[in-house]
């Protein structure tokens, strides 16, 4: 440190003679501190060692005291080994990693300052591919070439002094100046998520760039095995959209557009209708043994239709009229078949649940309240002529009673109510039963907890049935 405002100089102590104080550096110090550059010098050092020591001069020129002797050694001529720094600019991969797109890129080295180098390249193969002579290094010894047009590959470049045989290490070069479009592995058709997974392959480690039309969504990273999948971080609306990806190398090439695919995005909720059943909501025995009970309606185009009653679930069918559809609807339908009709029995207040289901499987769903009067009607008796008078007949028919029933059926209810001509003879399952007979006995076998009325023709109560009794 010196005094602030004084003159610095700095002294070539190795040659100094008596009365010598020719200086190397002559500096005015308006601080403290101070620092040589190698600008400051007033003439070039040659090879050799030096001592350098320093002194302040104060503005009367007088001199302070020296400072410590610093040794130097310098060295700036003859041959020195070129190394070789990369690229530079020209490094278009990752930084001085010596992957570029630029089939003439820049070498830059250093080596002795105005110094002449030699430049080699050598394939994979080890086969020299490239000389270059004489290049010029500049006052601080830093030089640059630029490579002539070479092809795609991996080469090992050696620079040395001109006319010297000791060369430096090699340095790896590779040259990538094409990159593959990207393959898209999804398959076209429709999705029901708004954030559908796209997948494909891709140059192991490539970005790649997924575009809708000429939109960018956004962009991921092939694998070291080259897949690659991209989902979009927000939902996309509702639609058709046309995919297509770019891939970007380690050097930075950036490839054609994909194939383009299709994707149509269906992620809303369906809608579904039920329509009226059997004109009112009530479907008869005559309904049932004449025409098909026909369970209808609408849902989106492209759903699927089921149809719940009790513990049973059926599909209904799906018309889809895509030529032809421009509300965005199709018809569904279901049949109901015998086996349904003896699920259900007769019955009021049936509840039929229809859900449509689109291909995200998100479903909506409608109800509809049915009754079923399925039970066998009345059958009026054989009309009888009771008499006849002047030309007038009175023919009686006589009433047939609800529910009759021939032969052996199978009926399902809650309760039953028998009229008979004849003897009775039941088997049943039921919780009541009343039982009016004409005949002579009256046998009744019900698997269940019975409550019981019962008479014969002279109106005598027989009230003592239970579970699985006869009389």
């Not at 930075?252 to 194939?259: F, P, R």
């Amino acid at each position: 440190m010196v005094g602030q405002d004084q003159t610095l100089l700095t002294l070539d102590a190795s040659s100094l003679t008596a009365g010598d104080t020719a200086p190397l550096v002559t500096e005015v110090i308006s601080g403290s501190s101070w620092k040589l550059e190698s600008s400051q010098y007033a003439r070039d050092l040659a090879d050799g060692s030096y001592t350098l020591i320093a002194v302040g001069v104060d503005e009367f020129g007088n001199l302070g005291p020296l400072s410590s002797e610093v040794s130097i050694s310098v060295n700036a001529s003859g041959a020195t080994v070129p190394q070789i720094l990369g690229i530079g600019e020209s490094d278009t991969g990752r930084p001085a990693d010596g992957l570029t797109k630029d089939d003439t890129p820049v070498v830059k080295g250093v080596g002795a300052a105005n110094g002449s180098i030699d430049l080699k390249i050598y394939n994979a193969s080890n086969t020299l591919v490239q000389t270059h002579t004489n290049i010029s290094a500049d006052g601080g010894g830093f030089w640059t070439v630029s490579l002539t047009s070479i092809a795609d590959g991996t080469y090992r470049v050696v620079a040395n002094a001109s006319g010297s045989s000791e060369s430096s290490g090699s340095y790896a070069l590779v040259i990538d100046t094409v990159v593959a479009a990207p393959v898209i592995l999804t398959a076209p058709g429709v999705v029901g998520t708004s954030q559908p997974v796209i997948a494909g392959t891709a140059e192991a480690n490539a970005r790649v760039q997924v575009f809708s039309a000429s939109t960018l969504l956004g962009e991921t990273q092939a694998s070291a095995a080259g897949t690659w999948t991209y989902m979009p971080n927000s939902p996309l609306a509702d639609g058709i959209y046309t995919i297509s990806a770019k891939a970007i190398d380690l050097a930075g090439n950036l490839s054609e557009a994909s194939t383009v695919i299709s994707l149509e995005i269906k992620s809303a909720a369906p809608t579904i209708t039920f329509g009226v059943v059997s004109g009112n909501d009530v479907v008869s025995g005559f309904d049932r043994d004449t025409t098909d009970v026909v369970l209808s309606g609408s849902a989106t185009t492209g759903s699927s239709v089921s149809v719940v009653f009790g513990s049973q679930s059926r599909l209904a069918t799906v018309v889809d009229d895509e030529q032809n559809d421009t509300d965005g609807f199709s018809r569904w339908t279901y049949v109901l078949k015998p086996a349904d009709f003896d699920f259900i029995g007769a019955q009021d207040d049936v509840q039929f649940t229809v859900s449509a289901i689109n291909v995200l499987g998100v479903a909506s769903t409608a109800s509809r309240t049915v009754d079923f009067r399925t039970a066998p009607v009345a059958t009026p008796g054989k009309p009888v002529v009771s008499s006849a008078s002047g030309g007038n007949a009175t023919v009686f028919v006589s009433p047939g009673a609800a529910g009759s029933i021939t032969g052996t059926k199978v009926v399902s209810a809650n309760a039953i109510v028998l009229n008979s001509a004849t003897d009775i003879d039941v088997r049943t399952n039921v919780s009541s039963a009343a039982l009016n007979a004409k005949g002579t006995s009256v046998s009744l076998k019900n698997d269940g907890a019975l409550s019981l009325t019962a008479t014969m023709e002279d109106g005598r109560p027989q009230s003592d049935f239970r579970r699985n009794d006869a009389c």
